[in-house]
C-alpha cells in the first residue's frame, strides 16, 4: 500500500481552515464595529486527525488513492450562532462568497431533516482555492452551522460515541435523542425572546463602557489636575455605584468630563 505523506498533503487543509477562520471572523468584527448585531458568534476551525481519516476511509470503503477527494470534511470550519434566528443569516454570508472565494459544492439540512441520532446542524462543502509552500491546491472544506446549543450537545454526543465506539447503548441514545429535543425548545424560546436579551446585554455593555470612563476621568484628573477634590469624587462615584443608578452615572460622568475641560485635565 502506498505511503502517505501526511506532513504534506494536510498542508493545503491546515491553510483552508487558517485562511476560512480568519476571513469569517473578520466578517463578524465588521458587523461590530459597525454596531450591527453579527450572526456568529464564534469561530473554529480544526484538521482532521490522520486517525479520523482513515477511519473514515475505513468505514466508507475509500481506497488510500481516493481519500482527499472521497472524504470532503478533512479541512472542518465551524460557525456557531447564538440565536437559531441567525443561522439563516450566516447560512447566506457564505452562500454570499459562492464563486468567489469559495464554491458551494452541497448543503445538507441536519436542522429540519434532524438525524436519527438527534444531531441538528447545518453543513456546506465547499471547495476552496489555497497557493500554499507546495503549489496551488483545491480543498474541500465543510463549513458547519450550528447553535451553541446544537454544539454543546453534538461535542456530548460525539464523546459518548467515541466512549462507546460507536455503539452507543439503547438507553442512553434515547436520553440522548431527549436531550436533543430540549436542545431545539431551548433554541426556539431563546429566539422568541431574542430582543430582550439583546436590549440586556447591550444595557449591561453600556453600564461597563460607562465605568470604564468615570474611572479612567477620575484617574486623569487625579494625576493632572491634582485637584484635592478628587478624592470625594472619587468616593462619590462608588456611592452612585451602588444606588445602581444609569441616569445618575451619566450626570456624573458628564461633570468629570467638565472638569477635565476647565482643569485642562
Ligand atoms: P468527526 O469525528 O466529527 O469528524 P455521509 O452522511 O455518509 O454522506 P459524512 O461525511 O458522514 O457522509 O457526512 P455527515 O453525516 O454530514 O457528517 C459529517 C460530520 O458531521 C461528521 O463527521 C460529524 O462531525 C458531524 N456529524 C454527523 N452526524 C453526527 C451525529 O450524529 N453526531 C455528532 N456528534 N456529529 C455528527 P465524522 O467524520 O463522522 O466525525
Known amino acids: ?3 502517505i505523506n501526511w506532513d504534506e498533503k494536510l498542508l493545503p487543509y491546515a491553510q483552508t481552515v487558517n485562511e476560512l477562520t480568519v476571513k469569517l471572523e473578520n466578517l463578524s468584527l465588521g458587523f461590530q464595529k459597525l454596531d450591527k448585531q453579527s450572526p456568529i458568534e464564534r469561530v473554529v476551525g480544526r484538521v482532521k ?5 482513515i477511519e473514515k476511509a475505513k468505514r466508507k470503503e475509500i481506497p488510500n488513492d481516493r481519500i482527499f477527494e472521497d472524504i470532503e470534511d478533512i479541512a472542518g470550519v465551524r460557525i456557531i450562532c447564538r440565536f437559531i434566528g441567525d443561522i439563516e443569516r450566516a447560512i447566506s454570508l457564505v452562500r454570499e462568497r459562492d464563486t468567489r472565494d469559495i464554491s458551494i459544492i452541497k448543503e445538507r439540512d441536519y436542522i ?3 438525524k436519527p441520532s438527534g444531531y441538528r446542524s447545518y453543513h456546506m462543502i465547499v471547495r476552496y482555492p489555497v497557493i500554499t509552500a507546495f503549489g496551488y ?5 465543510e463549513i458547519q452551522i450550528r447553535t451553541l446549543s446544537m454544539d454543546f450537545w453534538a461535542t456530548v454526543e460525539h464523546s459518548l460515541r467515541y466512549k462507546y465506539k460507536g455503539n452507543i447503548p439503547r438507553h442512553i441514545q434515547e436520553r440522548l435523542i431527549t436531550t436533543s429535543e430540549a436542545s431545539a425548545m431551548l433554541d426556539n424560546e431563546m429566539n422568541e425572546i431574542r430582543e430582550d436579551i439583546l436590549d440586556a446585554q447591550s ?7 460607562l465605568i470604564d470612563e468615570i474611572l479612567k476621568n477620575i484617574q486623569v484628573l487625579h494625576y493632572n489636575s491634582k485637584l484635592k477634590q478628587v478624592e470625594e469624587l472619587n468616593n462619590e462615584f462608588y456611592e452612585i455605584y451602588e444606588s ?3 441616569e445618575r452615572l ?3 460622568n458628564r461633570q468629570l468630563k467638565l472638569m477635565r475641560e476647565i482643569y485642562r485635565a
Open 1 to 3: 500500500m502506498e505511503i
Open 137 to 141: 491546491f483545491e480543498t474541500l472544506c
Open 250 to 252: 451619566m450626570e456624573f
Open 203 to 209: 444595557l449591561v455593555d453600556r453600564r461597563a463602557e
Open 112 to 114: 429540519t431533516n434532524i
Open 244 to 246: 445602581g443608578s444609569a
Open 49 to 53: 486527525s490522520i486517525s479520523s481519516i
